[in-house]
């Protein structure tokens, strides 16, 4: 079991409603069904026409980050999910029912913080209409005022909730036009928009702001379409979810000479086409027009913060428990409704998201066909979970329980899904062992010194087989392919069919090779190399022991201290040897060798991804990751992986090298991988010089590719410097072109 930090929030389900092209009948019912719930301003609609998998659309929707597609229109769903990377549910099912994705505002009856302590943010009078319809004047003050039927209003009085002294007045009758349009304090629709606050206009460093200079900062926005046009309504919708806090309304041309009093000097007037705009400038002359035929949007708003509560949890074999207040919830009654339980603050709850994780991480007693409105999902913030909190006087709040597999099982599900499969090598349990003896990755600091570094692949059979390369076989060290080479010798080694023993080493042999000659006092110098052999050795990376020869048959022994006993056997001739005080009249030291095991690891080059990953652990404590694993296709091996790890919530694929660059070949197959799971990043690791030729030819492929994500190489300098570069910094928008990093990073 683990213990972790968390925050859990209590908000409205965000939802994407897709409509066929102009069916006005299903847009002002799903309108007429928002206006009554918590927040139902805040949901979008789009119709089906084909941009909708235009990228515009696509990181529009991607930004407001939804819980849940609805679908109305006769597009495919599943297309639907894989553009929106979120799940959808049809609306042409025969047991769909809106009213499971929402709450009503009769049963808002918890005081929010904020609340408390400014209650001015809620308004003692707002005004409605009672009914919207294609007709003009309907539209326009049923979109800009928002919608409440006479048994909505008969509910919301006969309640307990925070809005039911609200005096609600028809905006047809009694409204004045001119005074409220912009005011969204005088607007039912916006009835909660103030106490979610928690809104961000400034902007992330991580998110590209896809806004116009000075657009929905200030002043008054008119959006002016023609009545029956259903897309510019849209527009005027959905860019009302994306700046809440703006001053904006809508007015249908038809009633432009009935309403004109409304648009003053400073409000700016937008529509969708040339023909609007032309005959708007003839009227208002004086105004700023502007033309938008996409969406335009910064950063990702943040609401009902005050609806959060900090605790610790547990992990327990994959499986975790929160706990929510009932004080912290919208109904503190218990009369609630639907809602989304927000969990964040572990980095286990990051992942980027996709359609098809609720299989992974829903609990196992919810039946997805017999509770189809249940959804878990990994979000831009974490985890968001679908709750009911209708529990009548209950005030133990929400309790609640789903699985959090690790991040290999998250991967291989996620590998699954593209109908590909994940197995481990035996590199994967070298590499872990390797790790293991070093008592995890805090510790691996020791071999990843270059000093160190250097010495453990000069000490091992790794070093001895290119010695005999070179004897022999002196073609092979010009193949562009020596790793691979090395390495395959390393496994014959490995398995017995060439033997290469490992070399023996007295502390005078080791000094000289770990000095660190920066430290200029030949007593410090010594002092600091004797504490790393000490270290080594403590870590058994370096095994302690006694070299002598055999007293019967002349064999070179070589006995760790820890195996010595009372009578000692040569492992040769059998018989029984005395342990030498001296050698030619010398006192016999100790001697060292290097544990097996990590020579195994440096010939199968698990040195080198060590040293990436503890480059990788560098830049973040908590840096989930998997190594050596293979890509199959059915029984087909489609490639391999050296490291997948997760940097905060980016994904990214890694290869690693020692002495060579890359071939185009492996570039290609990581692009290709990369692409089918939606990586944020590519990193190349090696051994060499950031102005090695076999570098320059790496970045000008990669650049030819035209990668729409970072490529990083990691160069020798480097993977070994005390201050490595943050990588995180680049995942952030540069400044002077309002784009992300792309393409190779040379490092």
Known sequence: ?????????????????????????????????LMGEID????????????????NITEFVN????????????LDDIALAKNFKTEVHSAHVSDFNLFRYGSPLYTFTGMPYLLRKYPDLLPTKVYSSSNISTEPNDLFFGLNYGIMNKKDYVRLKRSQSIFK???????????????TIFDDQRKFCFITNQIGSGHSTSGSVYAINHNLPNLFEKDNFCFISKANDLNNILFFWNERVAFNHSKTAWLPIELLDAEINIIKDNTTLICTNETDAQTLETKYSNNKIIIIKEYYF??????????????????DKGKVVVRHPNEKTFSDTGFGGCYVLEIKGNNTFNYPKNYFFDELLRAKNIDKKMFPTYFTRFSNKGISRYVQH??????????????????????????????????ETPKTFILGQVINLLKGLNNCKLLCDRKIYNFINKITPHNRTESIIKSHLPELLNSPHKDTIASYLGKLNDIGDVVIPSKILTIENILPEISDNEIKNKESKKEDAILKVQQLYNNKILLRGKNFTCEHCTASLWFALEDFSRINYCNECGNSINIPITTSNKSTGDHFKINHLVSRAVDQGQLATLLLIHYLYSQSTSIPYIANYEIYDDSKLLSDIDVCVKLGNKLGLCECKSKQSFSEKQIDELVFIANKINCDFILLSCLLSKNDDGISRNIDYIKKKNINIPVFIITDEELFSPTPKRLYSYFEVNHRTNKFHSGPILI
């Open 1 to 33: 079991m683990q213990e972790s930090f968390a925050t859990t929030k209590v908000r409205p389900i965000r939802k994407v409603f897709i409509i066929n092209e102009n069916d006005f009948c299903t847009f002002n019912m799903i309108v007429k069904h």
């Open 40 to 55: 139902g301003i805040y949901n979008l609609i789009f119709e089906s026409s084909p941009i909708i998998f235009e990228s």
């Open 63 to 74: 930004r407001f980050d939804p819980d849940i597609v609805i679908n109305y229109s006769t």
């Open 165 to 179: 002294d609200i005096l609600i007045e028809c905006a047809h009758k009694k409204v004045n036009i001119e005074d």
């Open 298 to 315: 910064n950063v990702e708003s943040e609401r009902w913060s005050d609806f959060e509560h900090d605790q610790n949890i547990i992990f």
């Open 390 to 423: 209708f529990s009548p006087f209950d005030t133990s709040g929400i309790t609640d329980a789903f699985n959090i597999p690790d991040f290999s099982s998250t991967l291989r599900f996620h590998f699954s899904k593209i109908g590909y499969t994940l197995k």
